[in-house]
Structure formats: structure tokens, C-alpha cells
């Protein structure tokens, strides 16, 4: 059983749409983390979420983490082709694995 | 440049061999973590050392293993390889205070 759930799996959009995509869980975590990765290259760390309810934004992205701090969503406002990438929310479990959704692979195309 | 270095940017080996992949942490980072990367598994957790201990366990396979030596730098041997372990094989680590992970560009291992 996968730990996170990400939805949708892949999203195409136009420049300047906007979007929002999906990581759920049944569990409880103190803190969620988002990375986004492009082709070929490491995952890089976008924002950590700690509060339940917290909202935090960075620049056109905008993350929040949900009240009972099981979910998170990440949405993208006038989606530009650099936004395209695979995003991923990551948690630590017990066992202090740091543990990765699927991803949400998103092409922007002008 | 995240500060993570792994060698080798891409390896080709055949089946039944044994390769060894380098990881040089973010300096003051004592946590490495290794991942997996394939198309239909996506990033799978492997192994995490912390301070040259091991700290947590993922679906590391048998013929896998890992270690942090004294200067931190972590080495993944793979060993009996089979086309189905050729993948993107990530490190990251994390400073002391914190799980946000810093990851390296990866070594693509094609088992041919």
C-alpha cells in the first residue's frame, strides 16, 4: 500500500491555466514536504508544510496542508512551460524513512 | 548544484555483475538517503545512514547493501545485477535538524 496517494498522475496544460494537484493520505504526519524534479535531475526541495491548515506560498505556487494534517495540495496560478516537471510530496514515517508519492507529471506547453 | 556529488553519472554493466556507486554529502549534512527511480515504481525509498549508522530500512533488495564511512560519504554496492535494476539511483542527505532532503543528479544504471 502506497504511504501517499498523488492525483492526478499526469496533467497537460496551456500556459497561464491554472492547476492544482493531490497528495493524500490516511495517516497522520507532522510535516509534508513537495519536490520538484525535471528530467534528469534530482528532486529539489519546493516548500516543508508543518501546521495543519498551513498555508504557504511560493511566488505563482501556493501549498497547503490540510487541517488534520493527512492531506496537501499544490496549486499553480498562470501555469508557465518552466512550471513543467514531475511533482512530488514526500513525508517521514515512523521508522524515519523519508517517503515519496508517485508524483504528478505536469507539461506546461505555450 | 545541490552540494550532493554522485559518481558515476551513468554506468553500463551486464547482468550478473557488481557495481559501486559514490555519494559525497552537503558538507555538515550526517544523513544519507538512497533512492530507486523507475518509470512504473517511482522513487523508492532504499536505505538511510546517519552518522555512519544505519537509521532506517527500506525495500532494499538482498544482493544491495550501503555504508557511511567516518568522512560521511556513502557507497551503494549492487551485485548479481539483472536488467530489471537498471533505474536512476538517487542519494540525497539532510542536515542534522532536518529531514528537507538535498538530492544529487543521479547515477542511470543500464544492466545489459
Known amino acids: 500500500t502506497q504511504l501517499l496517494e498523488q492525483s492526478p498522475q499526469f496533467l497537460s496544460i496551456q500556459e497561464g491555466e491554472n492547476l492544482t494537484v493531490y497528495c493524500n493520505s490516511s495517516?497522520?504526519?507532522?510535516?509534508l514536504q513537495w519536490y520538484r524534479q525535471e528530467p534528469g535531475e534530482g528532486p529539489v526541495l519546493l516548500v516543508t508544510?508543518?501546521?495543519?491548515?498551513e498555508v504557504k506560498k511560493l511566488k505563482r505556487l501556493t501549498f497547503q496542508f490540510g487541517d488534520a494534517r493527512k492531506d496537501s495540495s499544490l496549486h499553480i496560478t498562470a501555469a508557465q512551460p518552466g512550471d513543467t516537471g514531475l511533482y512530488l510530496c514526500a513525508v517521514v514515517d515512523s521508522g524515519y524513512a523519508l517517503n515519496f508519492g508517485k508524483g504528478t507529471s505536469l507539461l506546461v506547453t505555450p | 548544484d545541490s552540494g550532493v556529488t554522485q559518481t558515476p553519472k551513468h554506468l553500463i554493466t551486464a547482468t550478473g555483475q557488481r557495481v559501486t556507486l559514490r555519494c559525497s554529502p552537503r558538507s555538515g549534512d550526517l544523513s544519507v538517503y538512497w533512492y530507486q527511480q523507475s518509470l512504473d515504481q517511482g522513487l523508492q525509498f532504499l536505505i538511510q545512514?546517519?552518522?555512519?549508522?544505519?537509521?532506517a530500512k527500506g525495500n532494499i533488495l538482498e544482493r544491495f547493501s550501503a555504508q557511511q564511512f567516518p568522512d560521511l560519504h556513502s557507497e551503494l554496492n549492487l551485485s548479481s545485477l539483472e536488467l530489471g535494476d537498471s533505474a536512476l539511483y538517487f542519494c540525497?542527505?539532510?542536515?542534522?535538524?532536518?529531514?528537507?532532503?538535498?538530492f544529487g543528479q543521479g547515477t542511470r544504471l543500464t544492466v545489459v
Open positions: 495517516s497522520v504526519f507532522s510535516s
Open positions: 545512514y546517519y552518522n555512519g549508522e544505519e537509521r
Open positions: 540525497a542527505s539532510s542536515p542534522p535538524t532536518t529531514t528537507e532532503a538535498f
Open positions: 508544510v508543518v501546521t495543519g491548515g
